[in-house]
Structures are given as structure tokens and as C-alpha cells.
């Protein structure tokens, strides 16, 4: 993934996990370092990481959280109350936030990550979404907070960029049917730009509408949308579509992912925009671009010695190389579960140290032993470094040579006293010579048949194949079979296969098997049974296409109704077309529960276009709507 984004650092939102799920290939990513904010209650819920490269960029400070009331790992000293230089700053002040909602509950979700470079903040964010009425107060109090540690970072002279899911429609540019939103809401566009959560994002930002006055201690904007900046005009430039409604394909979505950043460093951006095209969510990543080389405090400098601590770059050349020591203590990789860890992959590519010689005879004999296996050498084939480091410090057995036969080291002659060879080829010997374990079963199913008196059972597949074989194929198949007493293998597969019965009478006909003019013989039957156990059928839609199946969730009489679910795969489908077979009473039962508790309909598939409306004549979702009760198909 890293690699296909090509970034520097990657910024993460709604993670939802918890400490207790972190894997080796979520923290321990090779040539990464990574920052997570989790959590504290909810399981499943929320969650922001930021990857970083350390090759490129290493930040100086690291914090979790907006109001800096949480705790650094093992300590119990809030970030606010660090050390000054040991502080990223811009905590809330006493009577900035008005909310009701105190600080350790604004920073109890995992919804920021705080890391500080020596060219400017970053803040990973999360911000929570319009749900419904009980999350008001936390959304509106949480989206203050930021508001005030933004404005306080940028009067205390350090520049911000600010990043990730706002959960804010901006402007009329950056949503899909506007219009019909304010028309079934029955508000004003003056209204839908008051709303709170839109009103703090419009003054915090250059260029946003405000309505009216603006609020006491929000008189001047401070961030710069980089994204719109560089395309203005743009419409369509969406990042999150409602996947119930598969509206990404017809792009009916919104824009509420961001990339901000103030006004010092505004002009270090050379390019910003969003990848529309890269899937595996329902939002679509926006990334800004910055110049090799930027403009501080009138000075032009390389873009590697801002990003990382001094010292460590001069020029754009690395004088210090990172490591382990450099990591900060909000660092996944100190986590004890990953302390002092690495990868496998690590363990294989990673360019092993030097190792000192020593007089060991077994490390002095490794040399000798490369050099009297010639082979080896004509092959031509590389080797890993990770497995060629472990030959050396454990040298493997060699067959005897004429090279190693003369050699007066003691590990020359170890091959020969090794028994492991031997072993192995007894231990091959006796396991051919055991006999097939199917073979074996097959015969036991045999003799047991035989020895039964009786008709035996027969089974299900017996009733769908031919009812009765000739007399004259059974009399043939009767003396081939007492020619040879020796029952064999075949004979027996061929009788479980044939499922005959061991029982005939004078004229060679099995004995018990079902009246000719029954069941499964009865073919008009037989056709009545699958119209009524068939798989139903869906009907098509304007384009010719199978519809699918949806449930009614307005308010109204059909709200919130269950239904009959949709057949999605083939897999599913052949599991329902079993337990119809097996309990045919679920058609009575499934038909009550439809009749009792609501109804389901059917439409067409394709997604909505881009007016998120059904369309006639076009590549989009038509208007096929069809009752699920009124349609009767079945195959």
C-alpha cells in the first residue's frame, strides 16, 4: 500500500481498533515508523495512526489527543504539564472551551494524533460525524477544541497543516444534490451555511462563506485549503460516496476530507489533489505535494533539513543516521509487544553486520568447506544474504567428496558419522510399504455388505439414477463376479457407486426397489416438486439486467421491515436451494414472516448517476421498481 501511495507520510482515519489488535504488519512495517491514537472505550470505534518514513522525514515531538489531558506511555504527567521543551503547545486555555463536555471525554475516542517537525505541526484528525441528536453537543464541542489549539499554534508563530476526515461539506462545489437536500429539509442555503460545524469551518478557513458576524475570538481566517486552492472550479472533486447507494461509480458524494495548512508555508505546496481511482474504502485519499526546496524566514533551504531533527541533514545530505534511539515514546514500535522486534522480511533482506574471526573450528572450516564445493560455485545461482550469514554460523553436513575426503579438519569427516541419511530412507521405506488407508476402508465396506442379510438401505442418489438394470447386465455382472472370489478394489467403488443391492431374486432384478410408476420415475411429479423448491428467479430491469432486492426504510407503513434477503453469489444461493430441500416447511414460515413483517422490493442495480436520481434512456440506475410480493418468477 505504502508503495503505491509514494508518500512520505501517510495519515489514517477510523482505524476502529483497539492496543489489543495491533499486528506485526500494522506497526512493524519495514522503513516506517508509525503513531496511533486509539480508543479508550468504545471497541471498534474511530481511531487516527500517521506513518512516517524516517528516511525522509522524523518529527521532534509527538502527542495524541487536542487539549493535552492525556499521558505520555509510562508516565503519568499529562503533555500539558511537560516540560516546555519537551511540549508541542497551543493547549486550551481556561474559559476557551465553553462546552459543557470536558476535556479527558473530548480526547477518550482516539479521533487526533499531534506530531511536531521543526518546519511546521501536523494534526491527524478524525472528527465525528452528524449522527443524531445525542452526539450533537460532543461533535460541536470536540470541533471547538480544535478550532482553539489551530488558533493557538499559529500565535505562538509555528505553522500548521492540518489533515484528514472533517466530516464538513464546505461549500455548494462539494456536495452532490444540494438542491434536493435543502428542498427535503425545507431549509434556506443561508441556513444550511449557519449550521455550527459548517459556520467554524468556513471561518477558520481562507475564502469560506460566513453568514453574518463573525464569532468573538474567530475575527480572522488561518488555514488555506491546498486542494481547492489548486482547483478552484472544480466540481465533481468528491471523497466519500454512500456506499449502501453504490454512488461512487456515478460520482454522488462529497467532499469532507481535507489537507489545510497556514499561511508561512502555503507556498511550499507545488501540488495538491485527490486519487479518485484508488478503491478498498468509501472514501478516496487527498495528498499535497511539497517542493524540494523551501522558502524560511527569506532563506532557501532544502526540504530533508526542516523535516528532521538538526544535525541530521545538511543540504539535503544525511550526516546522522536514523535509528531506534531517535524513536519517541508515543512510538507504536515501543509498545512492549513490539519493543526490540523486527519483521521477518527484515530478518532476510536486511544486510547482516560483519562478524569478527574467531577460532572456533567450526567457523574456520566454513571457509574450507566453500571452497571444496566447486558445484556450488558453477551454478551461477544468487543466494540471500539472511540464509547465506546462516550457513556460516551453522555450517550443514556435506556428502563425503574427494576434496572434503582429505581435509584434516574434524568437520570434514561429520558427514559420514551423521545418521540422518539412513534415517530417512527407512523412514521411506516403511512408509511406502504401508498399505492405502482408502483401499483398506473400501474392502471393510465391502465385506460388511455381504455379510448382511436383507435388502439394504438405499440412498438418496440411488433415486436419481436408472431404476433397474437389465436382467441380462446383472446375470453378466453376477459371474464375472463369482468367477473372481477375490473381491478387489474397483468391484468394490463400482458397487457403492452403482448403489446395487447385494439381494436379487430368480430373475436377476434387485429386491425392494421402488414401484416403476412412483416417485422419482413420475417425471409430472418430479416437475411439480421444483416449481415449488426452485430457485426464484429475479426479474429484469430496463437494461436487461437482474434486479436486486432492497428493503423499505423510510418512515412510513413499510419502515424498517425485514424481507426476504438477496441471493448475492452462487455459493449463497445454493445454500438456500439446500435448506428449502430439507425443510420445506421454511416457505410457509419465511411467507408469514413476509407477510407480517413487511415488504421488499426490487430495482435496478447499476448505481445512481450523477444527479442521484433514477434516469431513463442512460447508462445509470432506471426507474425498475417491482414488489417483491407481486412478482411470482421462479426456474
Request: some cysteine; charged content about 25%; overall charge neutral.
Amino acid at each position: 500500500m505504502f508503495d503505491k501511495l509514494e508518500a512520505d507520510i501517510v495519515v489514517m482515519q477510523e482505524t476502529k481498533i483497539q492496543r489489543k489488535d495491533l499486528q506485526d504488519d500494522m506497526v512493524l512495517v519495514p522503513g516506517w515508523d508509525v503513531y496511533f491514537s486509539l480508543p479508550k472505550h468504545k471497541k471498534g470505534y474511530s481511531g487516527v495512526a500517521i506513518y512516517t518514513r524516517p528516511s525522509k522525514c522524523c518529527p521532534i515531538r509527538a502527542e495524541e489527543g487536542l487539549t493535552g489531558v492525556l499521558c505520555p506511555p509510562n508516565s503519568s504527567v499529562k503533555f500539558r504539564d511537560l516540560p516546555p521543551d519537551q511540549q508541542i503547545g497551543g493547549y486550551p486555555k481556561p474559559g476557551q472551551l465553553s462546552s459543557a463536555v470536558d476535556e479527558p471525554t473530548l480526547d477518550s475516542e482516539g479521533r487526533c494524533v499531534i506530531l511536531e517537525f521543526p518546519a511546521f505541526v501536523l494534526i491527524g484528525v478524525y472528527s465525528p460525524a452528524t449522527r443524531d441528536e445525542t452526539r450533537t453537543e460532543f461533535r460541536e464541542a470536540w470541533i471547538d477544541a480544535l478550532d482553539v489549539r489551530v488558533r493557538n499554534l499559529v500565535a505562538m508563530g509555528k505553522q500548521v497543516f492540518l489533515c484528514g476526515d472533517l466530516n464538513i461539506i464546505r461549500s455548494e462545489l462539494d456536495t452532490a444534490g444540494l438542491a434536493e437536500q435543502l428542498r427535503r429539509e425545507a431549509i434556506s442555503l443561508d441556513d444550511f451555511f449557519s449550521r455550527p460545524a459548517r459556520r467554524f469551518f468556513n471561518q477558520l478557513v481562507f475564502g469560506g462563506r460566513v453568514i453574518g458576524e463573525r464569532d468573538e475570538g474567530r475575527e480572522e481566517p488561518v488555514l488555506w485549503d491546498i486542494c481547492r486552492e489548486f482547483h478552484p472550479s472544480r466540481t465533481g472533486m468528491y471523497t466519500c460516496w454512500e456506499t449502501r447507494k453504490n454512488a461512487r461509480p456515478g460520482n454522488f458524494g462529497s467532499r469532507i476530507d481535507y489537507v489545510l495548512c497556514s499561511s508561512g508555508i502555503k507556498d511550499w505546496f507545488v501540488d495538491s489533489n485527490i486519487q479518485e481511482g484508488l478503491l478498498g474504502s468509501d472514501h478516496c485519499p487527498v495528498y499535497a505535494t511539497l517542493d524540494d526546496t523551501v522558502s524560511r524566514d527569506g532563506v532557501k533551504v532544502h526540504l530533508l533539513d526542516v523535516m528532521n531533527p538538526e544535525g541530521m541533514f545538511k543540504d539535503g545530505q544525511r550526516l546522522q543516521e536514523w535509528s531506534p534511539k531517535n524513536l519517541l515514546p508515543t512510538s507504536a514500535k515501543l509498545i512492549p509487544e513490539f519493543d526490540k522486534r523486527r519483521s521477518i522480511r527484515d530478518m532476510f533482506f536486511k544486510k547482516p553486520a560483519p562478524s569478527s574471526q574467531s577460532n572456533n573450528p567450526l567457523t574456520s572450516t566454513s571457509g574450507s568447506r566453500d571452497t571444496s564445493t566447486p558445484a556450488d560455485d558453477a551454478s551461477g545461482t544468487p543466494s540471500t544474504t539472511g540464509l547465506a550469514n546462516r550457513s556460516q554460523s551453522v555450517p550443514e553436513p556435506q556428502p563425503p567428496s574427494s576434496q572434503t575426503s582429505t581435509s584434516s579438519t574434524p568437520f570434514a569427516t561429520a558427514p559420514q558419522q551423521n545418521p540422518v541419511t539412513p534415517k530417512r530412507q527407512a523412514e521411506t521405506v516403511s512408509a511406502s510399504s504401508r498399505p492405502q488407508k482408502r483401499g483398506k476402508v473400501t474392502l471393510i465396506s465391502k465385506e460388511s455388505s455381504k455379510s448382511s442379510s436383507g435388502p439394504t438401505q438405499r440412498s438418496l442418489m440411488g433415486f436419481f439414477k436408472p431404476k433397474t438394470p437389465e436382467a441380462g447386465q446383472n446375470k453378466e455382472k453376477d459371474s464375472s463376479t463369482h468367477n473372481d472370489p477375490t473381491p478387489t478394489q474397483s468391484d468394490a467403488l463400482l458397487e457403492e457407486e452403482e448403489f446395487a443391492p447385494q439381494n436379487k431374486n430368480d430373475a436377476g432384478e434387485p429386491v425392494g426397489t421402488p414401484d416403476p410408476e412412483g416417485w422419482p420415475g413420475d417425471h409430472s411429479k418430479a416437475e411439480s416438486w421444483s416449481k415449488l423448491l426452485g430457485k426464484r428467479t429475479v426479474p429484469k430491469c430496463e437494461h436487461g439486467e437482474d434486479c436486486q432486492i432492497l428493503t423499505t426504510k423510510k418512515a412510513g407503513v413499510n419502515c424498517g421491515k425485514s424481507s426476504r434477503p438477496p441471493q448475492t453469489s452462487p455459493a449463497q444461493t445454493v445454500a438456500t436451494q439446500h435448506i428449502l430441500i430439507c425443510f420445506p416447511s421454511f416457505l410457509h414460515i419465511a411467507a408469514n414472516i413476509h407477510l407480517s413483517l413487511g415488504r421488499s422490493f426490487f430495482s435496478c442495480s447499476r448505481p445512481l448517476g450523477p444527479t442521484g436520481r433514477k434516469e431513463e434512456g442512460t447508462a445509470f440506475r432506471c426507474g425498475t421498481f417491482i414488489w417483491s410480493s407481486d412478482w411470482n418468477g421462479r426456474q
